[in-house]
């Protein structure tokens, strides 16, 4: 096991490596390319070997600032590195190819090596493609569940725990705004953790980052929403599905998949780790949403709800109608803004009707409404200023301005609006466009920038009328954004022609 | 698409990359880890982004020398760097999740995509994958061979052609060296294309380049071998397969994985771009092999034949011992020796038999011999001397020395023996752990080193008597091979304990 010395190199990439002069290769018998570990006295990470004759000294390794950091070390201090061995635990993940099903300890022990860094990036693909490709038993998805929530750390509150979580999928879905603090304000626990935009223009967590802060620590939020009742932190300052991150990061988001099996133990390992009594699940349908069709969502529901049963979850699927942006506003400012349009009784009715069937759920599982009531539970405290009070707390509390109002959100400063080509009613208005357009427009980086849709399905304009505007605080994306509006085409009219095709070569 | 000036970099590393400065990067907007193509005006290759600070000033991209000469550009020259897209036949191998069946046209975009180094190491496992874990109809298998020798360099010849082809696994099968001159001695055209050792400690052209050059282009073939009538080369020289080097290299191996597929559209796509008419194809069979079982080992012959039929090449498949290592020799000049022992009359009977019942198929397949004669034809050719004229003649053609004699032939220097333990008949011998020793002692890449077999399965041996011989080259490897020799028990003799395993922690 050769011993180097430390020097930081200045390159950036995503993957570690460690740059080791060719002398030094030749020496300890390691290839270029090759896998290895680099290990400190505090810490260890996997690398691949760049060899080099002149930018790194006989003995020395180069390591980038980040790489050097994750170990703790300094320059000239001394690191261990040593071929990685292909961990044992990939042999279970190549049974899957007889159709082997995996056990529970073997699932623990690949959740393990992954977590543990021990895998290359080609072999999480072997495991997620299986996934991908074979699917998993809900024997299996459990297992896969628990093991992922053995390695992230976990919530322990000492009464029940409420939450809510969508699949995601359709822009514009800030109901969680409004939702936790009308859960909240009846008293309920629900500290909601939530995901920065992945694929979308505004993740929960961007979102509420508009109004407040979103990072707190797990000692802070079981001090914190006891008190509240409520919270709206960002889940990936608490570490709680180390492989989840590892896995989308590395796999998932290069690959553009997201396979079914490991889309439920991703969700059901934070709920698990957070220590989720009941849960209200989201599940938007239709196209352009992750379940096209009506029959794909209720396969997903009596799964959800059959995994949350194992593992001691109390569940109620809802599905909605996913087809197009939920409410006018796109993006995390804007998306802010009608959340507190929403609950200051000033947004737009889908919102508030979804916020309210959503909450009123939760509600109903509580036993604080008789079936079928919830919902209008839920609407009395949005319409009676109580959601907002208890908005207002959950954004003192966490570090905001508890006083905020819709107009105090500072928007993109370069607008445009798209204009009707004709007189029409919408037949169409295309999730994947206003993602795309929102993200051209800066989305979810810039928080100001996004897309406020002034017509939605079933509205009728006429010749020239705006449809929607774009925000951006840069004059070069707008335009971006504006081309790309006029590329993908996101509204579609009623006797539009969508596309011409003509015959011949 | 910004233009950069190219600054050699002195980083040397198995996948390309783009060195390019923070600035740069900020100003093209490109992010570090970034898949980009970098494009000169005669070629184009994939990188991955690196960023910088100091390395490498703004407006230049630091490539590796390697790169570099790919792209053919010096110093100072310009390229093209712009963000690659994702290739559109990624979504052809994504439907095989839901059952697809590629078309034949799917199959070669893909495959065209690929050798046009469209994919990511990523995106080929998931094209790898689909066929590991999923498995591929017949005329999938049709279709990517044909694709893949479509993609490759094409031999043409007017008459019919004969081959031999193993599907390996086992160490020391060297009967190529003794069936292409027997064959070639009859008249039949046989101008094989070989491998060298991927997993094993030597390949065919390993063996043969002890012997001379096995280097030959395409044109250089298609002028000797019509009038040798055989030849032994290296098929890598010839990029008959450019898909098979991207995918074994990049993620098979990687992986240690060989999906079925694969493995015989890379075959038989190799035998379509040498146009060969006639095949026999040795499948070594039972533990140890790439055939554990007679029934696996029957059904891929039944597909070889049928994919044959398909593509219009006449097979006969013949399932061979595969149980331990072929002959006595291993190791790429030990096993040049011992084929031309068993052309001169002088070698191990097993090595003698395979090679005349394999040669004897061909013959039969010729024409040259009636059903169940053939083996005896080749015998009497390898018998009388005629096998021997016709290696000397090829060996002169490529470039050695036509008189050598086995004698002649140079073997490591540092030599060691293990005896057996006890008395006792040798009930095993391990392919794996022959192959690993014969590795660590310096095969292939030293072709002096190696392994001979006193004994083999069946045989009696005394307490102390020599089982096996260690060649090296260098005394630090021969022990390496000895410590590993000691850990592998690649024999197991009657009686012996193979391993005791204690009750308790």
């Keep these: 096991m050769p011993t180097l010395k430390v020097k930081k190199i200045d390159i950036d990439v995503e993957k570690p490596f460690a740059l080791i002069n060719s002398q030094t290769l030749e020496e300890v018998k390691i290839k270029h390319s090759t896998n290895v570990k680099v290990k400190s006295e505090k810490s260890e ?20 600032k980040e790489s050097a950091s994750q170990l703790h070390v300094k320059e000239e201090k001394k690191v261990n590195v040593f071929v990685r061995r292909r961990p044992v635990s990939l042999e279970h993940v190549k049974q899957k190819r007889e159709g082997h099903v995996w056990k529970e300890n073997e699932i623990r022990t690949i959740v393990n090596d992954i977590c543990s860094n021990n895998y290359t990036d080609l072999e999480i693909s072997m495991f997620t493609l299986a996934q991908y490709y074979m699917g998993l038993s809900m ?6 569940t628990t093991s992922m929530a053995e390695f992230g750390i976990t919530l322990d509150f000492d009464e029940p725990v409420y939450d809510k979580h ?40 961007d979102t509420m980052e508009v109004l407040c802060d979103v990072n707190f620590s797990s000692d802070e939020i079981l001090e914190i929403a006891p008190k509240t009742r409520g919270m709206l932190v960002w889940g990936g300052t608490l570490d709680l599905s180390p492989l989840d991150e590892i896995v989308i990061h590395r796999v998932e988001q290069p690959l553009g998949i997201d396979p079914h099996s490991q889309m439920l133990a991703s969700i059901f390992s934070k709920k698990v780790s957070t220590g989720v009594d009941y849960l209200v699940l989201d599940i938007p349908t239709g196209e352009g949403t992750k379940m096209p069709t009506k029959d794909d969502a209720i396969d997903y529901a009596h799964e959800a709800t059959e995994l949350g049963r194992r593992l001691g979850i109390q569940i109620e699927a809802a599905l909605s109608y996913g087809e197009q942006p939920l409410g006018k506003a796109i993006g995390p400012a804007l998306e802010a803004r009608e959340a507190l ?66 107009d105090d959100i500072a928007v993109g400063q370069f607008t445009e609006s798209i204009k009707a080509p004709k007189d029409g009613y919408i037949i169409k208005l295309s999730n994947d466009a206003i993602k795309k357009i929102a993200k051209a427009a800066g989305t979810p980086k ?24 774009i925000y951006s605080n840069s004059e070069g994306r707008l335009t971006e954004a504006l081309n790309l509006s006029a590329n993908l085409n996101p509204y579609i009219l009623e006797g539009m022609i969508i596309k011409r095709i003509k015959s011949g070569p």
Excluded: W
């Design 166 to 205: 969508s699949i995601g999928g359709i822009p514009g879905n800030k109901v969680s705004l409004v939702i936790v603090p009308t859960v909240a304000a009846a008293g309920l626990l629900i500290p909601k953790t939530s995901s920065r935009a992945i694929t979308s223009p505004s993740g929960t967590a």
């Design 139 to 144: 024997d299996e998805i459990q297992y896969l």
């Design 45 to 64: 990470i996997m690398c691949e070997v760049f060899s080099t004759t002149d930018l790194i000294l006989p003995g020395y390794v180069g390591l980038s």
């Design 341 to 406: 349009n929403v609950i200051s009784g000033k947004g737009p009715t889908s919102v508030f009707e979804k916020s309210a069937e959503l909450s009123g759920i939760l509600f109903e599982m509580a036993g604080l409404a008789q079936p079928g009531q919830g919902a209008s539970l839920a609407a009395d405290y949005i319409n009676k200023g109580k959601t907002k009070e208890k908005m207002e707390e959950i954004i003192g509390v966490q570090g905001g301005d508890a006083n905020v109002t819709a």
């Design 446 to 469: 810039h928080k100001e920038a996004g897309i406020y849709l002034h017509k939605k399905i079933g509205d009728f304009c006429r010749e020239g009328e705006e449809l929607m505007t």
